[in-house]
């Protein structure tokens, strides 16, 4: 009987052993084809990464921002950008359905303007010449931007320049002769309150030097209007002279010139050819390297400001520099979902310089910008005020200067973050309050190199406030000071599970990040919870992180650099 049993125990301790043994060698190797895939859409995304940093890196040091389709309104940028493209007279040709696309981002812009009482009358412009120039403008819109002109219209005929604002009278013309403009484009006349106005303007503003482009437009309405345009020699000659002031002067910019060109070509006026030459060569002296131009000449490429400046030299004649360059600078604005995207290289973000170099580092990839953007931020330690940046950007800045290896005035900056964990920790915790806190926190961390030395008593987590993202931070920071339990994170799970959900469903890459803070635990218990298969939310992360870089990997859009940083350093934190 004894040995019987013996028999029976040892058959089920071999059993068990050799389901454990299997199991383990399933698991690791589900694991290590897990990871592998990873690892290959990574590898795919090495390229498209690749590109987008070449178009964010900035000459002289840094990277700037980048442009994101859902984000951005391109009435404005496509009017000044497209009609760029036709005066450099490229062969660009918008395809069908990118013109589809364009159609139902005016239509949208369109509503979001009919919405709102903040918008300028040169935002209808700019839609309905979009609309007009793609042969898109069905008469459901055009009645649509009839309405929306309305809007702006006054009981005396003229139109504001923008709704809720006053306008004084050189605003009234500028708008008037905008919202003529528009009507060209649907085929509508000015009605006779309108008119009526446009004559009465006519004898009460007279030529200055300080008004000669309202002048100007003001005899361009008087055109549209169907009245009679005087243009005698005395003010002929009276505009040919303040011109010639003008240019001498060195504080023009683009905006002056093309004023200059709309007098000459509704006065009939011959520049003077020192004149001409000077105008010249102050446009062909500022272009920038990526072959636009600055609409004041004070620093980087811009819609506008490229626009006029190739407007300017084609109706004086002049071939247009680096032709070649602008052109590629023109056709990189297209945005995958239809028209253009703004000059988005422009300005220096301290995030981006950050980001970019981490994921760098990531691929093994030299920084060629990397000499450049030290000197930049040895620069910037100099000039920057850090007491009076948010916690946010104080984060932003110490993981920069981390990130680039320099020296961080640790004694001076770690005063002021813990000045900021004593404020914040007693602040009333709404979702501001506790994502200051956790940021305060990082930074402490990256100084310090473990923030878990911090005494949780200064750290008070007992009246966050009862919400889905206050809770999420109150998490992270849990784990962050090795205070997470499993209860804490139970609790998290099953209260918050729709909104989970809703996170995962929405590629909500910033909450993943946030979340997979957890894994920064030193507890044994927690640890063991997390890699149970019953964790929900290791669940939901590891497929969250998947689906993303899945997403990413067969998308045509241009690759979210900041989506591909915080997954990458999500699966950091889950291995």
Not at 321 to 328: C, Q, S
Not at 445 to 455: P, R, T, V, W, Y
Not at 544 to 564: A, F, Q, T
């Amino acid at each position: 009987m004894k040995k019987s049993v013996i028999k029976v125990t040892l058959t089920a301790f071999t059993f068990l052993l050799c389901y454990l043994l299997f199991y383990n060698f399933y698991y690791q190797n589900e694991v290590a084809s897990y990871h592998k895939d990873q690892e290959s859409d990574i590898n795919r995304l090495k390229d498209r990464l690749l590109l987008s940093l070449g178009k964010m890196d900035l000459p002289h040091g840094g990277y700037g921002l980048q442009a994101f389709d859902n984000t951005t309104f391109k009435s404005y940028s496509t009017y000044f950008l497209w009609n760029t493209l036709d005066l450099v007279k490229t062969d660009y040709s918008m395809p069908e359905k990118d013109k589809l696309l364009l159609k139902n981002q005016m239509e949208d812009e369109l509503e979001a303007l009919m919405s709102t009482n903040d918008s300028l009358i040169h935002d209808i412009f700019y839609i309905t010449h979009t609309l007009t120039k793609i042969n898109k403008l069905d008469e459901t819109t055009k009645n649509k931007i009839i309405l929306e002109l309305q809007k702006f219209k006054q009981p005396d005929g003229s139109y504001k320049l923008k709704l809720n604002i006053e306008s004084d009278i050189n605003d009234l013309i500028v708008a008037t002769k905008v919202a003529g403009d528009i009507n060209k484009l649907i085929s509508v006349e000015f009605d006779s309150q309108t008119i009526h106005w446009i004559s009465e303007i006519h004898k009460t503003v007279l030529l200055s030097n300080d008004n000669k482009r309202i002048f100007t437009l003001k005899n361009r309405l008087l055109k549209d209007a169907g009245l009679t345009v005087e243009k005698n020699e005395e003010t002929k000659k009276s505009l040919k002279d303040q011109i010639s002031k003008n240019i001498s002067e060195a504080n023009i910019n683009l905006l002056d010139l093309n004023s200059i060109v709309e007098i000459i070509e509704n006065f009939d006026i011959n520049l003077k050819k020192e004149d001409l030459q000077k105008c010249s060569e102050l446009i062909i002296n500022n272009q920038n390297p990526d072959g636009g131009w600055s609409t004041f000449f004070d620093g980087h490429s811009d819609d506008q400001g490229t626009y006029l400046a190739v407007k300017t030299l084609n109706f004086f004649n002049v071939h247009i520099p680096n032709k070649e360059v602008l052109t590629e600078t023109l056709l990189e604005q297209r945005s995958s979902s239809g028209g253009f995207l703004s000059f988005y290289k422009s300005d220096f973000s301290l995030e981006n310089t950050y980001i970019a170099n981490e994921l760098l580092k990531f691929y093994n990839i030299s920084n060629k910008n990397k000499k450049q953007t030290i000197s930049l931020l040895e620069q910037m330690e100099t000039r920057i005020e850090f007491d009076k940046l948010d916690a946010t950007d104080k984060y932003k800045y110490i993981s920069t200067l981390d990130s680039y290896n320099l020296k961080i005035n640790t004694q001076e900056i770690i005063k002021i973050l813990k000045s900021d964990l004593e404020f914040y920790s007693n602040s009333h915790k709404n979702i501001n309050d506790i994502s200051s806190l956790f940021f305060t926190i990082k930074s402490i961390n990256i100084i310090e190199n473990n923030s878990k030395n911090l005494k949780l008593d200064k750290v008070n987590l007992s009246d966050v406030e009862n919400t889905f993202h206050a809770n999420l931070y109150k998490i992270a920071i849990l784990a962050l000071l090795d205070d997470l339990s499993i209860s804490n994170l139970r609790h998290f799970e099953e209260k918050y599970r729709v909104e989970i959900q809703t996170s995962l469903e929405k590629e909500d890459y910033l909450f993943f990040w946030v979340l997979s803070h957890i894994y920064l635990t030193n507890s044994p218990e927690l640890k063991n919870y997390l890699g149970n298969s019953n964790s929900s939310i290791h669940t939901i992360l590891n497929k969250s992180v998947k689906m993303m870089l899945e997403n990413m990997k067969i998308s045509n859009s241009e690759l979210n650099v900041h989506k591909l940083f915080y997954i990458l350093k999500t699966m950091d934190y889950i291995r």
